[in-house]
């Protein structure tokens, strides 16, 4: 059995996980916690303003571990694409700004019914997009997200999909993000993660609750739930992922708790069950 | 582009589909509307009786598409993994007695959160089961369900996973139940659907709500929701499944109709939409 973490050198706190703070209020609770990355989300840093939202981490000395979020690709219209494609541009250079190398994509629904044709586009939007972050030194992280939001938020759902997408991209700024939630009851996880070596981006944790009480905001604190976290942890690192942790959790009620006892408890959790 | 189907004559209502009623209601509702087949679930079964449900459906001359379900395998002590193997033993008798040669499994959680382990004992379960499955001309249906229900309902979720089983199991009475909602979003389905060739001795229908408004009692009536529900059969169909073709749709607001109007509902939608 792989050893527990000794402690918190590659935590990061997801701003989601703390979503009522600001950026600075994240950057101020990661210092105090002693939690050295900080994975942030676009709107948060708009509230901000970019470049002050670079300044607060780096007066503080937290490192980015990743920007949420590009992708959102498919749309109805040609117009609609071009300006989502703009838009990853500019998330692409705010990944620049902030200092991290890796921007987070989440691939979006189809805008029609096709699967298969929403998936090929998906594929072109990254390679148009691919030139453009190696440019910022920006490398792009494909998500794959849970199947059940197949329908309204990703139409990549396996690492498996993630992977062939990365092979045939072949590009050195373009990999994976690997999110335990999302990857957890794939039959294919320990081969599909061995595929992923050397194009692991970054690993996100947190659990998946029984009964899940919300399909969106109802993630779970590691150990409330049925995840192998630690078993998890052992397959990335066995595909040489050795970056930060993300934990990433969408919770209502996580959220209605004080954000220093929100980093307390997955700083606890983290060291026992990841 | 497929061609519509042109009658009712492979319509199956899945019992799920009008749970208020009981055999009995939901077979005078099937001869009403013209449709010839229906599946029957265990517990609607057991709530008329065994004897009796068998010859309601026989009197009216209906076909039983399937039986739902057997399954269920894992569990925490050797004495209840034995009750359920017995269990399944009953499903398979009752079966038989109600004519058809179909019974749906739906495989369960793990007792604990290891799920390889939990995959194993599933496959070494139904190699248990399938001398006295053959012995009653009873195949094993195994459907995968959507990842979602991995923690509470399934530890088959794909069905390339179910395709694995088949392949390793080899055995005549063994093969896939294809349910569109809890397959359509996976990217090897096209390839699966092909691996299926031969051993899916059933495909249930429903549809995907965006948003979905209840994990388990959210599904949706055919046309109301994203899946390409044509092209679905037309690769069902493509690997040679000419069988009934079930409509499964747990939803709590469709409930609420007199059962009437869901048959007519559901008879239209299924040649428009299927």
């Not at 000794?6 to 590659?10: N, P």
């Not at 690709?73 to 219209?77: D, E, R, T, Y």
């Given at each position: 059995m792989q050893e527990p973490l000794?402690?918190?050198?590659?935590l990061s706190l997801n701003q989601m996980t703390t979503k009522p703070w600001s950026v600075r209020e994240a950057v101020e609770g990661c210092v105090q916690a002693g939690i050295p990355y900080i994975g942030l989300w676009r709107d948060k840093v708009e509230a901000t303003g970019l470049q002050e939202s670079a300044r607060i981490v780096q007066d503080a000395g937290l490192r980015v571990s990743s920007l949420c979020r590009g992708g959102w690709?498919?749309?109805?219209?040609e117009r609609e694409r071009q300006e989502r494609l703009d838009d990853n541009r500019r998330a692409i250079e705010e990944a620049a700004t902030l200092g991290t190398d890796t921007l987070v994509l989440?691939?979006?629904?189809?805008?029609?019914?096709?699967l298969p044709a929403a998936r090929a586009y998906v594929e072109e939007s990254i390679a148009t997009l691919l030139p453009y972050a190696q440019e910022y030194g920006v490398r792009l992280g494909i998500e794959p997200l849970h199947p059940m939001y197949a329908g309204d938020r990703s139409v990549i759902v396996t690492l498996g999909q993630a992977n062939g997408f990365v092979r045939r991209l072949a590009h050195p700024n373009v990999g994976v993000v690997i999110d335990a939630y999302h990857?957890?009851?794939?039959?294919?996880l320990e081969r599909e993660i061995e595929a992923a070596r050397g194009h692991i981006l970054g690993f996100h944790v947190c659990d998946w609750l029984v009964?899940?009480?919300?399909?969106?905001?109802?993630r779970g604190m590691m150990g409330d739930g049925v995840i192998e976290l630690r078993r998890l942890r052992q397959l990335v690192e066995a595909a040489v992922y050795r970056g930060p942790i993300e934990v990433e959790i969408f919770n209502e009620a996580l959220w209605q708790m004080p954000g220093a006892q929100i980093l307390s408890l997955m700083s606890e959790r983290y060291l026992s069950c990841v």
């Open positions: 000794r402690d918190l050198s590659r690709f498919c749309a109805g219209s989440v691939c979006g629904p189809a805008a029609d019914r096709n990857v957890w009851w794939d039959p294919e009964p899940t009480p919300d399909m969106l905001n109802g």
